[in-house]
């Protein structure tokens, strides 16, 4: 396999400033970890499935920077990022003797990632971590910004804190042991960034949706890197998502819903962002901020990277309770991220009149013959 | 009762710069709150004891502000520093249906105090919150700097969060309601500012211990007062206790070590803190800091406060063992706060073997008849 040349993103955040590395064989080359500080000891965070193809090679990177290298496993799946789990890593880190300078790598995907981010920040009030990303979607999102946390039966990611890693290592030859079904789910967060930001990226990935399908390694580099860039532009301008941040959250309001609704993991994270962006440009339609045609171009694209188009049918009611309970919510008004034209995104109040025959229209059979 | 006059003390931390009031009277006035962001609702979180005394005026006067008062009960003591309190508080909220501009109120002691801070800072990865502190140690101490947590059975304190109040409000009125063992393990904190950082201080408190012991207002007033000015100092300088902050644990390496090995609860807070300032003291001058004479004059305060001189004899080993889990040890090595003469203390890495001396002279039967 030829080695892509890595690339290097920097999340500027002051004296929380940190790099994306973008490349392949990076995981198990000792040289990733160079710069990263000793500190008493590293300990991996991963699960069984992801663990047994990769904690060796990064255990035996590690080694060569650190004194101690301990690994824990936690269990697969988003079901299991809940408190059980948090504390069992607290546990598990406590009977590792970690201190305020061990490390925490990250090594799976965004359930992974949020929890040992999560363990991280709460650990003796905060060590260091390093997110080492092993699906598209934790590649491309949830690995960088900081944000980490789990869930609670009434909302995803209501529990959490800001805690920014200090590196994020995406090595994208990981991608050729996603199953299929995570490979189309990360792509969901891709289409996000170019629906949001970046007109051009949209085209390129409507361009290119074969080569990403296919696991072409060359153009999923580039959908990471670009996609990195982006998060860590917004990310940069707005770290506690008091503005521009809360765009990335396009499609998640009605993502979440639809998670939560079903019980975390039946649906795949990715899988819901990708109906929900079809919702929420289906909903600036009705507000009247983008014209259809531009939103059938999202839900085209949605289709053809094999996401669903059809919403779970929870009931009008539920949706809009669990919608109510999202993080973005105040004083139990809606809020909802919709486009106002090709790369541009706000965050804005809807009332539940007006999100009601959204609702309606994608969880209705005709929907399912769209797509 | 007259009004003693508030007085105010700015904790710098830039834009999450927060004041503490310090008077009588302030927690059931209307003008106590007007500041304060409205948002959608405030939530009072106290325990049974507390709330029967205060909760009402406390609800009555944010009615005047805030459109929705709820109160959420949690169960009294230190051994309830634990994950189900956590989790209990994130439940409770949900029902409430707190959003991000919830402003929570922690009404009662330390331990209310750093659950409700914490439970705070998880929430939605962060909503406002206001320190009411009713014990003098939650006063002088645990409510100012933004610590917040939970206890592990292997360690104090050893989940948690930096997450800054966005205002204390210190009102000496409910010292009267304090049990005297209370006031007592008060007490240790506020002898401990004297200790570390202002010798004219400590002078003041051993010439009007017998004000403070009788709960007269005016003494307990400006002690609480002087307390959080030293804090507030230290804090604005070192807010992520990466240097001078350590220095506030004075006594607290030992103290933590008696109160998990003791099991949580049983000695209260500063109990331990009184008994390890006179161990960290005693420390100091087998290191050869600081003379016999002001490691005396330290044990002679703690033991005219009231405040315990002998150590539970845990062992020495298990002493070693748990005070390595504290935060403040890194790579196993011990860490301790250390006198360098008066009002001045400084953390120093120390010798196991050197250690162990004081251990033994604390835990023996010669220690409590110098009591």
Known sequence: MTTIPSETVAVQLGTRTYSIEVGSSLIGAPSTYQALPRGSGAVVVTNATVGALYAEQLAAALRTRYAQVETILVADGEAFKNWQSLQAIVDALVVARADRSTTVF????????????????????????????????????????????????EGKNLIGAFHQPIAVVADVDVLATLPPRELVAGLAEVIKYGAIADDAFLAWIEANLSALLAGERAALAYAVLRSCQIKASVVAADERESGPRATLNFGHTFAHAIETG??????????????????????????????????????????????????????????????????????????????????????RPVDARTVIPTIRAFVSERRASAS
């Open 106 to 153: 990250a090594l799976g995907g965004g359930v992974v990632g949020d929890l040992a981010g999560f363990a991280a920040a709460c650990f003796m009030r905060g060590v260091p971590y390093v997110q080492v990303p092993t699906t598209l979607l934790a590649q491309v999102d949830s690995s960088v910004g900081g944000k980490t946390g789990i869930n609670h039966a």
């Open 262 to 347: 079903t019980g975390h993991g039946t649906w795949l994270h990715g899988e819901a962002v990708g109906c929900g962006m079809a919702m929420a440009a289906d909903l600036s339609v009705r507000l009247g901020l983008i014209g259809p045609a531009h939103a059938e171009r999202i839900a085209a694209l949605i289709s053809a990277a094999g996401l669903p188009l059809r919403a779970p049918d929870l009931g009008v009611e539920r949706y809009l309770e669990l919608m109510r309970m999202d993080k973005k919510a105040a004083a139990g008004e809606l809020r909802f991220v919709v486009l106002e034209g090709p790369g541009r995104a706000a965050l």
